[in-house]
């Protein structure tokens, strides 16, 4: 369950989907553990990108 202290703002918007109030909400930036993110391309394409980085 995420936090009133996650968030960045308050709910920008709200709607019903099957029956169960959403609301659409804008999160601070959080460090996820690898394992809790299901996007493998989005994964890649930031590493790529970190890796081609002039620091």
Known sequence: MRTQGEMDGEPMKDGVIDGVLHYLVR???TLVPEHEIDAPKLVRDFEAMVQ???I
């Open 52 to 54: 081609g980085a002039v």
């Open 27 to 29: 999160w601070k930036p």
